[in-house]
């Protein structure tokens, strides 16, 4: 669940680096936005800590661990080559019977 982490903390990182760099430019922005920063840094430590929980609860009980991007590739691989054998039987099939008018 490391890629969840790492893509919110890019987020974030790239919003309040962008916010250091206007603001060295002498940008003025609203005060809304550097606490709305503060809000999505704690909002990315909290997401942070539960994932690390969660994993670590499954990890305690015994849980197989099954990475979720590999799990949605595996059940997307799956999907599309049933489909393909379901669409190559069809195929086959149609090609078996004889051809009436």
């Known amino acids: 669940m490391a890629v969840v982490f790492i893509l919110v903390n890019a987020f974030v990182h790239t919003v309040m680096y962008f916010y250091y760099f206007m603001s060295g430019l002498h940008f003025r922005f609203p005060a809304f936005v550097p ?34 991007l590999a799990f949605f590739l595996a059940l997307s691989q799956n999907t599309h080559t049933n489909s393909a054998i379901a669409n190559d039987s069809l195929l086959v099939g149609a090609l078996a019977r004889p051809l009436t008018c």
Do not use: D, H, K
Not at 39 to 52: A, D, E, H, P
């Open 35 to 68: 606490l709305s920063i503060t809000i999505l840094q704690i909002t990315q430590m909290f997401i942070g800590i539960g994932t690390n929980l969660f994993w670590a609860y499954m990890f305690l009980n015994g849980r197989p661990y099954v990475p979720p």
